[in-house]
């Protein structure tokens, strides 16, 4: 079992940056390939990243790649999302999520969900 909590979100102007935080518990965080989802109103949970349980490997969206990236330590139990150059369509209620499959970029891959912390991009 997996607990996990995000924390981070907040109202950015465009072309800021914010890094979110996703702390879990659970004594088996490192078996996890870790990853972080975005839903905006009216649209479809989507993949933003994940990496693999050692953190050797990485996946990102391709509306991401270059902007966002995504880490984890493992002895503090955290996953963390820098975004940086953030635009008004990256605007959505941001959550992590625990999966057993190896850089795992769909929603029903993932066992284990955060209740999810907003990111308002705008003037």
């Known amino acids: 079992q997996v607990q996990l909590v995000e924390s981070g979100g907040g109202l950015v102007q465009p072309g800021g940056s914010l890094r979110l935080s996703c702390a879990a518990s659970?004594?088996?965080?490192?078996?996890?390939?870790m990853g972080w989802f975005r839903q905006a109103p009216g649209k479809e949970r989507e993949f933003v990243a994940a990496i693999s349980w050692s953190a050797g490997s990485t996946n990102y969206a391709n509306s991401v790649k270059g902007r966002f990236t995504i880490s984890r330590d493992n002895a503090k139990n955290t996953v963390y999302l820098h975004m940086n150059s953030l635009k008004p369509d990256d605007t959505a209620v941001y959550y992590c999520a625990a999966s057993l499959v190896w850089l795992a970029a769909k929603p029903y891959e993932y066992a284990y969900w955060g209740q999810g912390t907003q990111v308002t991009v705008s003037t």
């Open positions: 659970g004594r088996t965080f490192s078996s996890y390939t």
